[in-house]
């Protein structure tokens, strides 16, 4: 039950951080010369808070599975950098082209939101993921003996 708190306040924050994101970016766009569609923002804010929510996943994973707050926070953050510079170096590096199909960062930026909209097949994607890390999670800490 704690864990399934956990998790729901995470995913709660980070769409708490949508609405801020979402808000900021609709009124700050009529200060300046930029032509965005408010559906277009939304869906890149949301694309984004996706790729958040999925590392809050992995990172509760890691902790369900070692049960030590340094290691999912360390193998939270040394993946989603690889993930990163996959994505990013992905452009000059061909042989990085066959990661992209599974990295949450071209999932979360590689259909360019602001531009295109949502892409469905990524969210689809993105969302399944996130379902079976949580899941893992949940699983994986119920299988373990806590009580030691």
């Given at each position: 039950?704690?864990?399934?708190?956990?998790?729901?306040?995470?995913?709660?924050?980070?769409?708490?951080?949508?609405?801020?994101?979402?808000?900021?970016?609709?009124?700050?766009?009529?200060?300046?010369?930029?032509?965005?569609?408010?559906?277009?923002?939304?869906?890149?804010?949301?694309?984004?808070?996706?790729?958040?929510?999925?590392?809050?996943?992995?990172?509760?994973?890691f902790?369900?599975?070692?049960?030590?707050?340094?290691?999912?926070?360390?193998?939270?953050?040394a993946?989603?950098?690889?993930?990163?510079?996959?994505y990013?170096?992905?452009?000059?590096?061909?042989?990085?082209?066959?990661?992209l199909?599974?990295?949450?960062?071209?999932?979360a930026?590689?259909?360019?939101?602001?531009?295109?909209?949502?892409?469905?097949?990524?969210?689809?994607?993105?969302?399944?993921?996130?379902?079976?890390?949580?899941?893992?999670?949940?699983?994986?800490?119920?299988?373990?003996?806590?009580?030691?």
């Amino acid at each position: 039950r704690i864990l399934a708190t956990k998790i729901i306040s995470g995913i709660c924050a980070q769409l708490l951080l949508v609405i801020v994101t979402f808000s900021t970016l609709v009124i700050g766009i009529r200060f300046v010369d930029i032509s965005l569609s408010t559906l277009k923002i939304l869906a890149a804010s949301f694309s984004c808070a996706m790729l958040g929510i999925m590392f809050h996943g992995v990172a509760t994973l890691f902790g369900s599975v070692f049960g030590k707050k340094p290691i999912a926070l360390g193998g939270t953050i040394a993946l989603a950098i690889a993930g990163f510079l996959f994505y990013s170096l992905a452009p000059l590096v061909h042989t990085f082209d066959r990661v992209l199909g599974i990295n949450p960062f071209q999932w979360a930026l590689g259909s360019n939101a602001l531009k295109s909209g949502l892409d469905l097949g990524y969210m689809f994607l993105s969302f399944s993921t996130v379902l079976v890390i949580y899941g893992a999670s949940l699983l994986t800490l119920r299988a373990r003996d806590i009580s030691a």
